[in-house]
T-cell receptor
């Protein structure tokens, strides 16, 4: 079974609109972390935001916020006021307990295209 | 500047010719990892290392070797490359202990390998 599911293979969004990228995860471990990364067409992998399973507040980093719904096992990325430079692949990833091998388990990604 | 440096960025080679992709990080991170990225499959872990002289297999280790003789370096070795190893490869590093579980992995810029 997929541990990380990103149901949107691709999205088109008008510039300046807000964007929500979906991510659902599957784990029975009470301690885990969720990460979002951005991969522009140039190929590098850029860390955006982190949410820990015990964090009380939803994580925010500038225009990025994470809509964390623990009971639903979802960790959607919200990008406010989208910009042309936001066009990229976006990956959701999960790391389970600290005693694990620190492996990140990745979703298949969502390709976001911002239209001018 | 904190970074993970991979070399080469691009390589086209032939089946069976041994090659090494180097990876070096300057953040004193304990944890280092190699991933390969293939379309529609997200990132899959090849090998990882929790510290010097400590390495272990990830999800897709067949055909690869690694070593960790120094904390900063984690080379990926393809002893006898084959066309199914054509892929985009990433090296990543992070802290491993203490707050390591919540720390993002820092990625190199990627190495595009084509095995003919």
């Amino acid at each position: 079974a997929q541990k990380i599911t990103q149901t949107q293979p691709g999205m088109f969004v008008q510039e300046k609109e807000a964007v929500t990228l979906d991510c659902t995860y599957d784990t029975s471990d009470p301690s885990y972390g969720l990460f979002w990364y951005k991969q522009p067409s140039s190929g590098e992998m850029i860390f955006l935001i982190y949410q820990g399973s015990y964090d009380q507040q939803n994580a925010t980093e500038g225009r990025y916020s994470l809509n964390f719904q623990k009971a639903r096992k979802s960790a959607n990325l919200v990008i406010s006021a989208s910009q042309l430079g936001d066009s990229a692949m976006y990956f959701c990833a999960m790391r389970e307990t600290p005693d694990s091998n620190y492996q990140l388990i990745w979703g298949a990604g969502t390709k976001l295209i911002i239209k001018p | 500047e904190a970074q993970v440096t991979q070399n080469p960025r691009y390589l086209i080679t032939v089946t069976g010719k041994k090659l090494t992709v180097t990876c070096s990080q300057n953040m004193n991170h304990e944890y280092m990892s190699w991933y390969r990225q293939d379309p529609g499959l997200g990132l899959r872990q090849i090998y990882y290392s929790m510290n010097v002289e400590v390495t272990d297999k990830g999800d897709v280790p067949e055909g690869y070797k690694v070593s960790r003789k120094e904390k900063r370096n984690f080379p990926l070795i393809l002893e006898s490359p084959s066309p199914n190893q054509t892929s985009l490869y990433f090296c990543a590093s992070s802290r491993a202990y203490g707050q390591g579980a919540s720390q993002p992995q820092h990625f190199g810029d990627g190495t595009r390998l084509s095995i003919l």
